[in-house]
């Protein structure tokens, strides 16, 4: 069991890498495409995150939300939504000097549901070869890995710190 075992752990290790360069792949076709980028602003990560969080929420949120509960930092938070503003993709309301809400334009709920849709477009093809029988048996296994785990007895949070 031994030498299996350590050839799955080899196994995922190359699956891994081909899975992160496939995404990569998709991402960069994307862009060539000029796709999902919004000039003059190139942490597309920022605004693309706060494109999915504000999908979620049909009447906005306010700043001190995105920065409380979705552990935006402020200067991102800003970054972002001068983003979205500027390409008509949100609006603001001022609530107070330190406290505005900022909401999804029609344009920015399409922009939304186009990235939330690549989410799809990148499983798909990273997974089109398995049926969806063989999918189901791909993610149990997977969950079941992840639940064992999750349930022992390691410090995630102090090992990611230590580790990245």
Known sequence: MSELTT????DIKDFE????MLKCHVHI?????????????????????????????NDGLLSHQLIY??????????????????????????ISD???KIRLTDEGIEAADKLLSRRD??????????SNDEQRELDNLINKLLEDYKNRNVNYIALENICN
């Open 7 to 10: 050839k799955l752990f080899l």
């Open 17 to 20: 890498k081909y899975q992160a």
């Open 29 to 57: 076709e994307e862009e060539r495409r000029g796709e999902y980028c919004l000039s003059g602003y190139p942490d597309r990560h920022n605004y693309h995150r706060l494109l999915r969080i504000l999908r979620g929420h």
């Open 69 to 94: 509960e979705f552990d935006y930092r402020p200067s991102e938070l800003s970054d972002a939504t001068k983003a979205l503003v500027a390409n008509n993709l949100a609006t603001t309301s001022i």
């Open 98 to 100: 330190e406290e505005y």
């Open 121 to 130: 477009n990148i499983a798909e093809a990273a997974y089109h070869t398995l």
